[in-house]
């Protein structure tokens, strides 16, 4: 099955009782059984709910997996792959990724024993060099959070299978329409479905994805004992933004594109970070492992002033300045301010997240639209 087909299709059945296309909304707590132990599969929705779970087939699904996993948000997906590792465990992740996984990292699992390193990861001797007895985790975020760095996930398996660790990559910005990291290797799949899964701004929810039947029945043994599930309304919210996931991605990508080319020409630009760009550092490895380059973008000023980065966000009347991506409608953040207030100035700056770095979300809104409002921003 192509994946516009699974999108729309799998997880999906008619509703046995009624005939209704769409998946029910069981917006139950518990369930009626006929004897102790003896039900139609369902006990208490915390372990299983019937709208959460046609959402979870419908995941795993898309990204080519066996066993999908919904959780509150995605931050609670993360926490679970972290409750896997037990105390004086090591993690080796990017030094470029959402400020929100560095402060679940540093803040919260550092508290009870476990490391964490971060390295530029497109240098596999980078990585390597950080790989000891101790190191149990691999974590990859490609494209980066917000730089759009580029990081091989099939030398990353590679390099994670030969030292017996296990490798989970968040795919929150390409989705599973763009990049299929199980199939290039990884063990986990994760994704803030909060973003292009759902893809309308009205939903909070998070996800694992994984092929392994054993990792699966210890993600699940968490998922249930933690409790940090979604709802069924909001399983069914994602689960109707992924029928579109397809066509969306594509305007995203489309929309993308024409907005990175045009502020690479914009005199008061210094640097536009978007894979899809020749001159992109790893635009070849985006090019092996990504279907397209999707709608997320930054780009910095020749006057790296946060005033100056102010001033542009400011005077956006299209792109609205929020929090979170991937909706259809486009919209802008500060990062250094806002996503990744938490990581320190100094490694920020290492990284690249500079004073005046503008993320875009690039929405599906026309084009021409979009290009007149960045015109009159950049030059107000």
Same mark, same amino acid.
């Given at each position: 099955m192509k994946f516009s087909t699974k999108a729309i299709h799998a997880g999906c059945e008619a509703d046995s009782a009624t005939g209704a296309i769409m998946t029910p909304i069981y917006q139950t707590s518990t369930y009626i059984q006929e004897s102790p132990g003896v039900h139609k599969g369902f006990e208490y929705s915390r372990t299983q709910n019937p709208t959460r779970m046609a959402l979870e087939q419908n995941l795993a699904a898309i990204e080519n997996g066996t066993h999908g996993f919904c959780f509150g948000s995605g931050m609670a997906a993360i926490d679970c792959v972290i409750k896997l590792l037990s105390p004086g465990d090591e993690v080796i992740s990017t030094n470029d990724l959402y400020g929100g996984s560095y402060r679940i990292f540093t803040k919260i699992f550092a508290q009870y024993g476990i490391k964490f390193h971060f390295v530029g990861m497109e240098s596999l001797e980078a990585v390597s060099a950080k790989i000891n007895a101790n190191t149990k985790l691999i974590w990859v975020e490609t494209p980066t959070n917000p730089t759009l760095k580029i990081i091989d996930i099939k030398a990353m398996s590679a390099l994670a299978k030969a030292n017996s660790l296990m490798l989970a990559v968040d795919n929150t910005f390409a989705t599973s329409y763009l990049q299929n990291p199980l199939d290039l290797g990884a063990d986990i799949v994760m994704h803030s479905a909060t973003k292009y899964l759902g893809g309308h701004s009205d939903v909070v929810l998070g996800a694992l994805v994984v092929k392994d039947a054993d990792l699966a029945e210890r993600i699940a043994f968490i998922q249930n004992s933690s409790g940090g599930v979604c709802g069924p309304f909001d399983s069914w919210l994602v689960l109707r933004g $992924?029928? #579109?996931?397809?066509? @969306?991605?594509?305007?995203?990508?489309?929309?993308? %594109?024409? &907005?990175?080319?045009?502020?690479?020409?914009?005199?008061? +630009?210094?640097?536009?970070?978007?894979?899809?760009?020749?001159?992109?550092? =790893?635009?070849? &490895?985006?090019?092996?492992?990504? =279907?397209?380059?999707?709608?997320?973008? %930054?780009?910095?000023?020749? /006057?790296?002033?946060?005033?100056? *980065?102010?001033? $542009?966000? %400011?005077?956006?009347?299209?792109?609205?300045?929020? /929090?979170?991506?991937?909706?259809?409608?486009?919209?802008?953040?500060?990062?250094?301010?806002? #996503?990744? *207030?938490? &990581?320190? @100035?100094?490694?920020? $700056?290492? %990284?690249? +997240? #500079?004073?005046?770095? &503008?993320?875009?979300? +690039?929405?599906?809104?026309?084009v021409e639209d979009l290009l007149a409002d960045l015109e009159q921003a950049l030059n107000a």
């Open positions: $992924i029928k #579109t996931l397809a066509v @969306r991605m594509k305007a995203h990508s489309e929309n993308g %594109s024409r &907005i990175a080319r045009f502020l690479k020409e914009h005199p008061l +630009v210094n640097n536009v970070y978007w894979p899809g760009l020749s001159d992109h550092p =790893n635009h070849d &490895i985006a090019c092996s492992q990504m =279907n397209d380059f999707g709608g997320m973008l %930054s780009f910095d000023l020749k /006057e790296d002033s946060q005033d100056k *980065a102010f001033s $542009i966000l %400011s005077a956006f009347k299209l792109f609205s300045l929020a /929090e979170s991506l991937g909706g259809v409608e486009s919209l802008c953040g500060h990062p250094a301010s806002m #996503t990744h *207030a938490a &990581i320190p @100035r100094e490694e920020r $700056i290492q %990284s690249g +997240v #500079t004073d005046s770095l &503008i993320r875009l979300s +690039v929405g599906i809104e026309d």
